[in-house]
Each structure stands twice: as structure tokens, then as C-alpha cells.
């Protein structure tokens, strides 16, 4: 596991890109695995449903790639990167709670083909100085 950076009670993972819209995606992996930040779930609290997108699908770097409901409200993931979906986590459909224990491991949403769109993107130590304004 990559080492890890904490603000006040949430974690990054170092390795990973963040995006401003709190997702991140491990650019190193192929296909890349993408998922929220803790700090998104945390704002988020219970997530009780994951709408996740087809298999396929692509997406333009910014647009809504799925749907998370908690008790408290819906939020939109957007993609952090032009994209193709290559898998979803079908674990989440029975078991959403998984991205609220673990949003950096089991709790991942989709694996992707990275289509470009990178260089806004921030690593551990940059999220964690924007994280620190919010």
C-alpha cells in the first residue's frame, strides 16, 4: 500500500491523482481504477446507492460518470479524465457501504481507459494543501 497523508481526520493516499471534484484515479494502473476521496465519503456520510455507468461507456473529463445516494443527498462523480469505462465494481450494487470503509481499496467505482486530460490533476500533496482551504 502506497503511504498515506492525513488532514485532520481524512486520508490520501499517496500515488494517486485527485481531481477538485474529490475523485481519484491510480493513472499508473491499467486499466486505471477510480473511486471518491475520503474526504467526498466522509461529506457524504451513508451511502445507501451507487448508480454505476455501462461498460463502454465513455466519458469527456468532467462529465457525470455515476451516482452516489447517501441518507443525506445524491452527488454526481464526475470523471477525472476523458475515459472509457473497461469494468465496474459490481460489489457496490449489493454492498455501497464498501465506498464509505474503504473508498481507496474495495470501495473503488470503475476501471478505466485513460483517453487523455491528466494535467490538471493533482497528486497527494497538492489535494491535501486544497483539501486544507475547503
Known amino acids: 500500500m502506497n503511504s498515506t497523508i492525513k488532514v485532520g481526520d481524512f486520508i490520501i493516499i499517496e500515488g494517486l491523482l485527485y481531481s477538485k471534484t474529490h475523485e481519484w484515479i491510480a493513472i499508473n494502473e491499467n486499466p486505471a481504477r477510480m473511486g471518491i476521496s475520503d474526504y467526498a465519503q466522509k461529506n457524504l456520510h451513508d451511502i445507501v446507492y451507487v448508480e454505476l455507468p455501462k461498460i463502454g461507456s465513455s466519458f469527456k473529463k468532467g462529465s457525470t460518470i455515476c451516482t452516489l445516494e447517501s441518507i443525506k443527498a445524491v452527488a454526481e462523480v464526475y470523471a477525472p479524465v476523458d475515459c472509457i469505462v473497461m469494468e465496474i465494481n459490481s460489489k457496490l450494487i449489493d454492498s455501497?457501504?464498501?465506498?464509505?470503509?474503504?473508498?481507496?481499496?474495495?470501495?473503488?467505482?470503475?476501471?478505466?481507459?485513460?483517453?487523455?486530460?491528466?494535467?490538471?490533476?493533482m497528486d497527494a500533496k497538492a489535494y491535501a494543501e486544497f483539501i486544507k482551504k475547503l
Not at 467505482?109 to 490533476?121: H, N, R, S
Open 96 to 121: 455501497p457501504e464498501l465506498i464509505n470503509k474503504n473508498p481507496y481499496g474495495e470501495g473503488w467505482l470503475v476501471k478505466v481507459k485513460v483517453e487523455g486530460g491528466t494535467e490538471d490533476l
